[in-house]
């Protein structure tokens, strides 16, 4: 069964000033090839692949980050409701 994922208010819009520096940067396939990548390691293992730092507040949350290089991101992940939420988003490079 697949994950949902959610963003916290103001991700989307950190992601495409990102994908703009990536640009900037001569890195935007690499950018966008691992914004992909980090999306199907989300909806398909998010537990397995993140790095646990603290458990949340609701029961079955926990607060994990991960890296796609060159793309860092911070997300929750909730198991008993099968879901994700990205909370920051940031570029190595």
């Not at 959610?6 to 989307?12: A, D, L, W």
């Not at 640009?23 to 537990?47: M, Q």
């Not at 692949?49 to 949340?56: A, I, R, V």
Request: aromatic share 8%; net charge positive; proline share 5%.
């Amino acid at each position: 069964m697949a994950y949902t994922i959610g963003h916290f208010p103001g991700v989307k819009k950190k992601i495409l000033s990102l994908a703009e520096k990536a640009k900037e940067r001569g890195i935007r396939k690499a950018f966008l090839d691992a914004l992909t990548e980090i999306t199907v390691k989300l909806r398909t293992r998010p537990l397995e692949w993140g790095d646990p730092e603290y458990n949340t507040n609701i029961e079955g949350g926990v607060v994990c980050h991960g890296i796609v290089h060159p793309v860092w991101v911070r997300f929750s992940v909730h198991e008993p409701e099968q879901s994700v939420l990205i909370f920051d988003v940031q570029l190595l490079t």
